[in-house]
C-alpha cells in the first residue's frame, strides 16, 4: 500500500526555534514535494525535488530550506521560525507522470 | 489572478441529491487531479484525467476533462453524508520535469443527514 509518513502530526514551537519537518515515503518515488495550506490561500508549493541531493524552489521558497539525501527522504528546515510561518504542512511523492500521494500533514503552530 | 478556479466555494446538499464541482484553468492543461480532504487531514487522491473529453468514474463519483483540456467536473451521484470535505482539483501545465501541482481553493461539501 501506497505510504507517505510525516513525523509529526502536530507540533508547537516558539518564534526563532529551528524546525524540522520529516517525510518519509516508501514507493521508489523520484519526485518529492512540499506545500503549505492556509485558509483562503489553498496549497502552495514551497520545494521540490527530483532526484537525490537535488532541489528546485516553489512558489513560496523564502522562510525555507529542504534535504534529501536519501532518495526515500525529504526534510523541511524552518531555520528561524515565525509566527506567520503556522500552517498545515503537506508532503507529496510521486513518479514523473503518475500520481500524487500525499502525507496526513502536520499542523505547525509558532508561538 | 488564480490560474486555477474552482466552483463553488461550499456546498450544502441533503443527503440522496446530486452535486457538481468545477474547475477551470486560464491555461490548457496536461494533467487535472481530483482529491478530497477530510479536516485537518491530508489529501486522498480520486482521479487523475490526462486526455481532452476524457471520464472516469468510481463508485458515486464521475470526473470529467472537457476537449480543450481547460475545464474539469467533478460529479456525486446520490451524495452520502461520506462524501462530505473539501474536494480540490490539482492541474499539472506541462508535461516536462517534475509535474508539481498547482492547486485550486478547494470547495467544501457538507452533506446533511
Known amino acids: 500500500d501506497v505510504k507517505v509518513t510525516q513525523s509529526s502530526r502536530y507540533l508547537v514551537k516558539r518564534t526563532g526555534e529551528k524546525v524540522f519537518l520529516e517525510c518519509v515515503q516508501d514507493?521508489?518515488?523520484?519526485?518529492m514535494f512540499w506545500y503549505r495550506q492556509d485558509p483562503g490561500l489553498g496549497l502552495r508549493l514551497i520545494y521540490f525535488?527530483?532526484?537525490?541531493?537535488?532541489?528546485e524552489k516553489g512558489d513560496i521558497p523564502e522562510g525555507y530550506s529542504v534535504s534529501r539525501e536519501k532518495k526515500e527522504r525529504f526534510s523541511l528546515i524552518l531555520e528561524s521560525a515565525s509566527t506567520n510561518q503556522t500552517s498545515m504542512y503537506l508532503c507529496?511523492?510521486?513518479?514523473?507522470?503518475?500520481?500524487?500521494?500525499f502525507g496526513e500533514g502536520s499542523r505547525l503552530t509558532v508561538l | 489572478s488564480q490560474e486555477l478556479e474552482q466552483s463553488p466555494q461550499s456546498l450544502i446538499v441533503q443527503e440522496g441529491k446530486n452535486l457538481t464541482i468545477n474547475c477551470t484553468s486560464s491555461?490548457?492543461?496536461?494533467?487535472l487531479y481530483w482529491y478530497k480532504q477530510k479536516y485537518g487531514e491530508g489529501l486522498i487522491f480520486l482521479m487523475m484525467?490526462?486526455?481532452?473529453?476524457e471520464e472516469k468514474s468510481h463508485e458515486k463519483i464521475t470526473a470529467k476533462l472537457d476537449e480543450k483540456k481547460q475545464q474539469s467536473s467533478l460529479h456525486i451521484t446520490a451524495s452520502q453524508p461520506s462524501h462530505a470535505g473539501i474536494y480540490l482539483c490539482?492541474?499539472?501545465?506541462?508535461?516536462?520535469?517534475?509535474?508539481?501541482?498547482?492547486f485550486g481553493k478547494g470547495t467544501k461539501l457538507s452533506v446533511i443527514p
Open positions: 507529496a511523492s510521486s513518479l514523473p507522470g503518475l500520481v500524487v500521494f
Open positions: 514507493m521508489d518515488h523520484e519526485n
Open positions: 525535488s527530483y532526484d537525490v541531493k537535488m532541489k
Open positions: 491555461k490548457t492543461l496536461y494533467g
Open positions: 484525467l490526462q486526455k481532452g473529453g
Open positions: 490539482g492541474a499539472v501545465y506541462s508535461g516536462a520535469g517534475s509535474y508539481q501541482l498547482t
